[in-house]
């Protein structure tokens, strides 16, 4: 059994990717893992400002919600990160957390196992190589940490469009019950 931590980094209501990013939970815990989700939705997460100090004080200096879910983070052994992509890259929210989980870096963590979902409006193949590309370089500052799998859906635009969708459906399903 791991410990799965599913962060949901889309600011909109019925967004595609959370609602994919819940069948990946259904599926995860269908498993039997213990699933935590997590949306970014009405969190305060300021920007990195590069001080450093969370390398010698363990977290970050700045007292918002990018602490709480850092320390998730930290004990979790598997992160799934769900994003809608704008303009072929994360979400700036996605993008914003990763540089905050600075702190990792110097306190450790359990995490080995990444995976990733995106949901874009353009329908082309390889739209998510951009996000798997940052993805990758922050996996590559952690030793023995890897992108394990991940789900592209394109072409979705619309708020709750995923749900037309069955194959996307039962992938996202498939993937979390794989963990």
């Known amino acids: 059994m791991k410990n799965v ?31 935590e989700f997590v949306t970014l939705k009405d969190k305060d997460i300021k ?29 979790a052994d ?11 890259e994360m979400s700036g929210q996605m993008k914003t957390l990763i540089d905050r989980a600075n702190s990792l870096y110097a306190t450790g963590h359990k995490f080995s196992q990444v995976y990733l979902i995106t949901t874009s409006a353009d329908s082309s193949k390889g739209v998510a190589q951009c996000v798997i590309n940052g993805l990758n370089g922050w ?17 979705i635009d619309n708020p709750n469009d995923i749900l037309q969708n069955n194959k996307l459906m039962e992938q996202a399903y498939k993937m979390g019950k794989e963990i």
Not at 47 to 75: P, R, Y
Not at 78 to 88: E, L
């Open 5 to 35: 931590l599913i962060i949901s980094t889309s600011i909109r209501n019925n967004s595609n990717s959370e609602i994919l990013a819940h069948e990946t939970e259904r599926g995860a815990k269908d498993a039997g893992h213990n699933v």
């Open 78 to 88: 598997v992160i799934v990160w769900a994003t809608p992509i704008y303009y072929y």
């Open 139 to 155: 996996l590559a500052c952690f030793d023995g940490v890897k992108l394990c799998g991940w789900l592209e859906a394109g072409g």
């Open 47 to 75: 920007f990195c400002k590069g001080c450093l100090a969370c390398q010698k004080l363990g977290k970050c200096v700045i007292n918002d919600d990018a602490n709480e879910i850092t320390s998730k983070m930290k004990d």
